[in-house]
């Protein structure tokens, strides 16, 4: 029986700009950006699953984020996750990895009862790497980063495969050990339709406060106890469930600030539209020849 | 923030006794940086038998070589090496700490800075030292860490205003390689390690490497096709 903890993390989608989220001076508009289950995340909540179906135990996700991002975290429970947690506050708003590896931390040491913590390589909105060494750190347990394969796992101790430079190498690491993971890991499942069904209601503590605004016949309290009891409550951790240390969280806990922001300008040059017809075609071969582009 | 040190280091990534590309060009740029400090470029050289590493480093503008030699720091292995970086970064607290952006680096200056809470930026193009006003506050000789982020849709400038180490990682290629006339003075300074039972936490079994057969930052011409090509054989040249 080995138990996973899973990190996994919502963000932007800055791999398919569109048409859609440009400004008009062709930078993006980062707010406009659709919110994604980043992919390696996804990978190795997969692994994690994986290594259950083999040997039994116990799937946690937990994600650090505001309180949408419990959308990735039903999806987690879609794929197979036993329980998920989300970790909010407004405390831990503009924390750099620095910052975010402690919160995620100490809520991996209040959650505890791990063997494996699993996590993407890297986020696809900062491309960093960071968290995962640096929550390994914190925890005092090793780390095997880019890994691409679990060969096994006897004894207390794992046999990976892991990518290096210019090739890969085979490692043993002993339990507890974080492993952070590169997409050709493995393929996610699909939702379980099961599941879907199952938990698609599934409700954190900030969208069960919706249900009661205006809604004086509805208590939180009350259907937080309805949800649990149902097993469709994302629990919520904050700043004051994880006792932590203000001054390590958030903008104040970062070593690293953002001094200054240039938009990448992605807009291109005059267009000239040309219609699809005979004479349009010919226009077009006409222009081309006086550019000296054709002929 | 008092007496700041001015020491730029460079952690200098070798296998089989030959430094990574990455870690000279650094030294490289940590030259100009120190430069502009006022202060000392310092290489760190890790391994077993990597004496004529460190001589290497003299070459591209090292003044000083923290050598820590021990049969077993052969390879890279995350523990071991992240702790001897510790102890000489909480020991000595230099100013900047700088590593190449390699599987390497992103393995062990995250977990280096985490013990040392430091401030790390990943995967700069450009780094720079300026004195510059942040939030009202002046920052005298700062290291501006500039790099693309969100997908590269972004240039973000990240600066380390409140600590005293700031460490950056930089890719393959960035900085330019451009060793000195005239190497400098050897000084090296031999640093003892005592191996920890936590280091054989994780073991290495096997290591498989394979050289690039193609080495595109070494090429004088690189002709790139899109996808509309179709075949690899329109390129072949007439």
């Known amino acids: ?295 | 923030m008092q007496n700041l040190s001015n020491e730029v280091w460079v952690f200098i990534e070798q296998r089989n006794g030959k430094p990574a590309d990455v870690s000279l060009e650094l030294l490289c740029k940590g030259r100009k940086l120190a430069g502009q400090l006022h202060g000392p470029l310092k290489a760190v050289v890790i391994g077993e038998d990597v004496k004529s590493i460190a001589a290497d480093t003299f070459k591209y503008g090292a003044n000083e070589v923290l050598l820590i030699q021990h049969k077993e720091l052969k390879n890279y292995r995350t523990l071991p090496y992240s702790r001897i970086l510790n102890d000489l970064i909480i020991k000595f607290s230099p100013r900047i700490v700088l590593f190449g952006a390699t599987v390497i680096g992103r393995d062990l200056a995250p977990r280096v800075a985490s013990n040392t809470k430091s401030g790390l930026t990943a995967d700069c193009t450009e780094l720079r030292i300026d004195s510059i006003t942040y939030l009202g506050k002046e920052c005298k000789d700062i290291l501006l860490q500039i790099r693309p982020a969100f997908g590269g849709n972004i240039i973000a400038t990240i600066i380390t205003p409140d600590n005293p180490v700031q460490m950056a990682t930089v890719r393959e290629g960035v900085m330019e390689l451009a060793p000195l006339e005239v190497p400098n003075k050897t000084k090296i300074t031999e640093i003892s390690f005592l191996p920890d039972p936590t280091d054989a936490l994780v073991e290495i079994i096997e290591q498989f490497h394979q050289e690039n057969i193609v080495n595109l930052k070494g090429a004088p011409v690189i002709i790139a096709g899109g996808y509309g090509l179709g075949r690899t054989n329109v390129f072949t040249a007439e």
């Open chain 1, 1 to 295: 029986m080995y138990n996973s903890i899973v990190l996994v993390k919502q963000v932007p989608d800055t791999a398919n700009i569109s048409g859609k989220v440009m400004k008009e001076d062709g930078t993006v508009n980062r707010s406009k950006l659709p919110a994604i289950f980043n992919h390696e995340d996804k990978v190795a909540l997969e692994l994690a699953l994986q290594v259950k179906e083999k040997y039994g135990g116990k799937v946690t996700a937990i994600t650090m984020g505001p309180p949408r991002a419990s959308d990735i975290l039903r999806e987690c429970l879609y794929m197979g996750a036993d329980e998920v947690f989300l970790i909010s506050d407004r405390k831990f708003a503009g924390a750099d990895t620095l910052a975010t590896s402690y919160v995620l931390s100490e809520a991996i040491n209040k959650i505890g009862n791990y063997h494996f913590i699993f996590g993407g390589r890297q986020a696809i909105d900062g491309d960093t790497a960071q968290v995962g060494p640096q929550t390994a750190d914190k925890l005092n347990i090793p780390q095997v980063t880019y890994a691409e394969q679990i060969i096994d796992i006897k004894k207390n101790k794992v046999t990976l495969k892991r990518k290096i430079d210019g090739g890969h190498e085979i490692v043993r690491a002993a339990l507890p050990v974080l492993i952070t993971v590169i997409k050709e890991a493995a393929d996610p499942r699909p939702f379980s339709a099961k599941r879907v069904m199952a938990y698609k209601g599934a409700k954190s503590l900030t969208d069960l406060e919706k249900l009661t605004e205006g809604n004086s016949l509805l208590y939180t309290d009350t259907l937080i106890h309805e949800y649990r009891e149902r097993n469709l409550f994302i629990s919520t951790l904050t700043m004051d469930d994880l006792e932590l240390d203000v001054d390590r969280c958030g903008v104040k806990g970062s070593p690293t600030k953002v001094h200054k922001v240039e938009s990448v300008v992605l807009a291109g040059g005059n267009q000239t539209m040309v219609e699809p017809t005979k004479d349009g075609i010919g226009t077009l071969i006409d222009k081309l020849m006086e550019d000296h582009i054709l002929g």
